[in-house]
């Protein structure tokens, strides 16, 4: 990486354990996604990642090895246990902490927050690399709340531990179609209160609001509370609708989690969005972990694969074809238990009804003495 800044800083926070999955892998994935889109764009001295390692006994930057393309511009923050645990309460997994750690240590001009299972595509980086990076600047994207919306890679796919090669050729063959994830019903879908898929805006806002509130270090709203301490001053952005929503989530929900409880049991006060705007910078000055020393390490590459494997070997689009059928029939089956689940319980609730209202409706019998 060139030792001048950067255009664009890439935060995302993980840990090196095993939630809902092999997380490692969709860690790994993702960032191996993100550098080969801009390596191919020969873009690499303008792009720079940071993960924000939180807590993790053996760090993720000993056990995560990616291809050259993405080490050559990932870094890992690594906040060490003891200290993960005294800063995080009773939060399993304070994100504001963890993404704030790592938009403090930031170098790009801009910095755009991540899951660490997105996959970030190249429309996207083409389009806004060229926008911010190219001709005279007005001034318009510095000014901007940016929030971009994701598009879903279904759990059946995902599941299957797809090589690298076969969850390219997915986004290439079904990106575009995969149903974009707007879904907030407390909001009316309001584009920026839902799943994201990165949300972004110049270093200087960032330092203006001191990043994410640091009290919010449980489950929803943190982005919501940004921008709402954001918007009185600066206009709201659809990065997403601009770029195809060019963001791809390795969904690890099971599609039949809807009919039990999420594991996330404390939640983030939902944000008021109608009301007064909250303070525009409520942490103090050292927020993002400003006063502690975090180790940065620059990311392994992976070693070569020790068999020559012949260019024309086609056992990745064998397989392929094969996930493709797997996803298809489990859908299939999710589909039906989750509609037969959904109306049998329909049908006890109205029974029990009907039996209550006959049980209301019958006529008491007094016996004469």
Known sequence: MSNSAPLLSIILCSRNDR????????????????????????????????????????????????????????????????????????????????????????????????????????????????????????????????????????????????????????????????????????????????YVGIWMLHRNLWDECGGY????????????????????????????????????????YHPRTALFARPHVIKNKPVNLTGPPPVRHPNGPDWGLRQHTLEITSARIAPEPVEFVPAHRNDDVSDFGRMMWSLVRETVNDRAVIYWTTQSRLWTRRWRRLRSALGASRPSVHHEG
Request: charged share 25%; glycine share 8%; aromatic share 12%.
């Open 19 to 194: 939630y809902m999955g092999d997380s490692r892998w969709r860690l790994a994935t993702a960032l191996d996604y993100l550098g080969e889109r801009v390596a191919e764009l020969g873009r690499t001295d303008d792009v720079e990642v940071l993960v924000a390692d939180w807590g993790s006994e053996v760090p993720l930057a000993e056990v995560v090895t990616l291809q050259p393309t993405a080490a050559a511009i990932t870094s890992f923050i690594t906040v060490p246990p003891d200290l993960a645990r005294d800063l995080q309460a009773d939060s399993p997994f304070p994100e504001v902490l963890a993404l704030n750690a790592a938009a403090r240590r930031a170098k790009g001009r801009y910095i755009g927050r991540i899951d660490q299972d997105i996959l970030v595509g190249g429309r996207f980086l083409e389009d806004f690399l060229g926008w911010v990076g190219e001709g005279p600047q007005d001034g318009r994207w510095e000014k901007a709340l940016m929030f971009a919306n994701r598009r879903r890679i279904p759990y059946r796919f995902v599941s299957q531990g797809p090589n690298f090669a076969n969850v390219t050729r997915f986004v290439k063959l079904a990106g575009a179609s995969l149903k974009v994830e707007r879904h907030n019903r407390h909001t009316g879908n309001l584009f920026w209160t839902s």
């Open 213 to 252: 509130d640091e009290r919010m270090i449980y489950y929803n709203w943190m982005e919501a509370d940004m921008i709402c301490r954001l918007r009185p001053a600066y206009p709201i952005v659809d990065l997403g609708a601009m770029t195809g929503h060019d963001f791809y989530h390795l969904e690890h």
